[in-house]
């Protein structure tokens, strides 16, 4: 069906209205960040004189380098591990239709309803009991578990709908359940797996409330999670404040902006496929 060229200008100017909505905040942030130290920004007047420096002098004092490899450690232990064991349980569930597959996905669904706040206290007494607290495998282990009922759910999606004659031409050829994932499920997989790493992505990057409960070290904590003691310290300097939120919110943009064609990708094929 094809829409109407005014359907179509109604459609352009929503979307264009909708991007400057959610601009605006940024726009906002970066106006008030380039206002001279000690001043209190006002809604979105540009300085006269931008201050840059101030996203220097933001970076510095918040120690934003070990901030980055902090945040670093933590994506890199969670995201890798928790992409492929939900791949290969995506896989089992949703294809190989293994036995008791049904309750365990089940289980992996009621997972799903439980916000990390209802479990935080739990998960404290259990870094505490297992001396992690205060460590950055405090963060990392908790998110791998809270992350499987989602990154399960979505590769279990993407493998349900694969034709189950694919499968059944690989064993004629002598292909292994392992040679039959690797080799050709794992490469159809790439738009679905590429979307869920750029999610978990930015999901362990932007982690607040696990890195300000169970990490007191603010260098030890992701960036956002640092971002609690940074406030706290410089909270009256609203231009300082402004600059450090705009460098810890900086990254997780470029990811998305890199990826994006991959994310949508993955999106459209699982509307395509429903």
């Known amino acids: 069906m094809r829409l109407s060229r005014r359907e179509r200008l109604t459609g352009r100017a929503f979307l264009v209205a909708l991007a400057l909505i959610t601009l605006l905040p940024f726009v906002s942030m970066l106006s008030a960040a380039l206002q001279p130290r000690g001043t209190v920004p006002t809604g979105l007047a540009w300085p006269a004189d931008p201050q840059w420096s101030n996203f220097v002098d933001a970076f510095t004092v918040a120690n934003m ?76 282990l908790p998110l791998i578990g809270l992350y499987m009922p989602f990154a399960v759910f979505w590769m279990r999606a993407h493998f349900t709908n694969v034709p189950q004659e694919l499968s059944d031409a690989a064993r004629v050829d002598g292909s292994t359940t392992w040679q039959l994932f690797w080799r050709v499920h794992v490469p159809l997989a790439r738009p679905a797996i590429a979307s869920l790493t750029i999610l978990l992505f930015l999901w362990t990057w932007n982690q607040f409330l696990l890195a300000i409960v169970l990490v007191d070290d603010a260098t030890e904590r992701t960036m956002a999670g640092a971002l609690g003691a940074f406030q706290g310290q410089w909270g009256t300097d609203q231009v300082l404040l402004c600059a450090g939120s705009l460098l810890i919110l900086t990254p997780t943009l470029v990811v998305f902006l890199i990826f994006q064609r991959h994310f949508i990708s993955a999106l459209l094929q699982g509307s395509l496929k429903g």
Not at 107 to 120: D, Q, R, S, Y
């Open 65 to 140: 380098a070990a901030l980055l490899r902090s945040s670093l450690f933590i994506t890199v232990g969670v995201v890798p591990v928790s992409v492929a064991i939900a791949t290969m349980a995506g896989f089992g569930l949703g294809h190989l239709r293994v036995p008791g597959g049904r309750i365990a996905f089940g289980l992996l669904l009621i997972g799903l309803t439980l916000p990390f706040e209802a479990v935080v206290t739990p998960i404290y007494y259990q870094m505490r009991d297992l001396g992690l607290l205060n460590t950055r495998w405090a963060i990392v």
